[in-house]
Every structure is written in C-alpha cells, then in structure tokens.
C-alpha cells in the first residue's frame, strides 16, 4: 500500500489523516515514515488486509477531509445551550485487559440534551460537533508522535483505538423524535467510512434490559468483528468491571467526575445577534 500512497495523495490533493502528514516512501523499496505506516495499517486492518479496498477507503478519506477542514472543526466554538455536557474525552488508567498504560475513552452522555429539536434539529451543526469530539478523541491518541506500531491485523490489537461509551440514562428508547433518528443515521455512516479502527469498544450503559433484547436480536444480522466491539448493560455503575476503578462513582469507579478531568469540544453561550454571524462562519469554513 505505501507503493501507491504517493498517487493516493496526488489524486486527493491533501495529505493529513488523523493529525499525521502521511509521506509516501523517499525511496522505491524504502518503507514510509512510522507515522504514515501506522495510518496505512489502520485502513488495512479496516480492510482484512486487502490492499484495494484500503486504498479506495483512504483515498476517500483524504477528500473528504480536505473537504470539510476537521482539524479546523475541532477548534469551532459551540453553541453551550445545544451541547454543553453532551460529550467528554477522558484518560483511564489501568484498565483490566489492556496493553496500555493509559488509554482514551470518549463520553457521550445523551441524558444531558434538554432539548433534542434544538441540538439535533440543525443536522450540520450537530456533525461537526460530533466530528469536532471525535477529533479529540484521535489528538489524544497521539499517534504523529507515538513509537508503539501496529502489528498486522492477525497478529494482534491496535494498541492505538479508544473506547467509548454511550451513556443513555434518562433516554426514551419508544419515542426518538425524527431529528433524532437523522442525526444518528448520518453520523453512523460517516464515521463507518472516514474514521475506522479508531475505537476498541463501544460500551452501551443504561439501557432497558427489553432494548438489550432487541439489539441482541438484531446481532444476528451484523458482522462478528462489530458484535466483538459492543457490550450493552443495564446500569452505568456496572462499567468499572470493564474500564476499572478510574471512572466516576456515576459508573461504579472512584475516578473523578468527566466535567473534572475531561477535554471537550469549545463552547461559548450563544447571543441571538451572534447566531446568524456564526453560522456563516461555520459555513465559510467548510468551502
């Protein structure tokens, strides 16, 4: 794949994925810079290895980005009445299982939206807050400066992923308004082909057991290698059995709380004279 990165680049006009500058080989038979090779290994893990559909993933990737400007997202003041609380990228220590001395773990607390019209109801806005806290989460990851490779996808785990956890205390599962429905939908499809091998687990906490029944019926019809990277309970205090004592008390841990010891995306209390001046802004930014 490093053999075709340099016509890769070329065709997308942009080189950076997920804070790294990618460099194709100095050399023909030389390998590329670390950095880019633990890039390339991240789509070709996505890929089961194969070499085409890697490349067609990343190539699309790199257009994309050059497209809607992501590091820029990731500094774009948000609206704190809309977002505020929503999401939290944290770092956990000692987790049980873990290779890593330290691992990322983002939040994404959906019982803090008082308002689902007014925080999903702007689909755009929404995703590029959404992208902003998932740019986050790969800044903290490190990965431009790390010396820990990537081995190959059959010979072990990406040590560079993190976990999330979506939390759904005081959410109805029976009646999702249809702002709601969209906002998951495109976010769902748009993180599936820009950002793979970029989570471990996803933990899914308070959930109804009736709501854990039906997504296990509905496993059936996923692929295993998804299955293996969801685990749904009950209660949020069951979670330290997964991530350890470091989380908060609200999920069985004696860590501190996310407001305490987490990075999130900007926020700023929106004016009314100020929301059309930076909606604009938002807009420009993205040509």
Do not use: C
């Not at 994925?17 to 810079?33: C, D, F, I």
């Not at 085409?52 to 003041?77: C, D, H, I, T, Y």
């Not at 990537?150 to 702002?179: C, M, N, W």
């Not at 069985?252 to 802004?281: I, K, M, W």
Request: hydrophobic share 40%; proline share 6%.
């Amino acid at each position: 794949m490093s053999a075709k990165l340099g016509e890769l680049i070329a065709e997308a006009g942009y080189a950076e994925m997920y804070g790294v500058e990618l460099s194709a080989p100095a050399e023909e038979g030389k390998p590329a810079p670390f950095s880019t090779l633990l890039i390339l290994q991240k789509f070709l893990r996505a890929n089961q290895g194969q070499v085409n559909k890697a490349s067609e993933q990343l190539l699309g990737a790199l257009k994309w980005r050059k497209e809607f400007k992501p590091l820029q997202v990731m500094k774009q003041v948000f609206d704190k009445t809309k977002f505020q609380g929503l999401g939290y990228v944290t770092h956990l220590k000692n987790v049980p299982g873990s290779p890593n001395d330290e691992d990322i773990a983002t939040f994404n607390v959906y019982g803090a939206v008082k308002d689902t019209k007014k925080t999903f109801g702007d689909l755009d806005e929404f995703i590029r807050w959404r992208v902003a806290l998932m740019e986050l989460t790969i800044s903290s990851l490190s990965l431009s400066t790390t010396s820990t490779p990537i081995p190959d996808y059959t010979k072990g785990p990406d040590p560079h992923l993190a976990f999330q956890i979506h939390d759904y205390l005081r959410v109805s599962f029976l009646r999702q308004p249809p702002e709601v429905k969209a906002a998951s939908q495109a976010a769902i499809k748009l993180f599936t082909a820009h950002y793979p091998e970029t989570l471990s687990v996803k933990y899914f906490v308070n959930v109804p057991l009736v709501m854990q029944w039906m997504f296990g019926a509905m496993q059936v019809f996923m692929a295993k290698e998804t299955v293996a990277k969801m685990q749904w309970m009950s209660y949020g205090e069951e979670l330290h059995k997964y991530l350890g004592d470091g989380v908060g008390k609200a999920y069985g841990g004696q860590g501190p709380e996310l407001e305490e010891n987490s990075v999130t995306p900007s926020y700023e209390q929106q004016r009314s004279g100020d929301a059309v001046a930076d909606a604009a802004a938002a807009k420009e930014m993205a040509i």
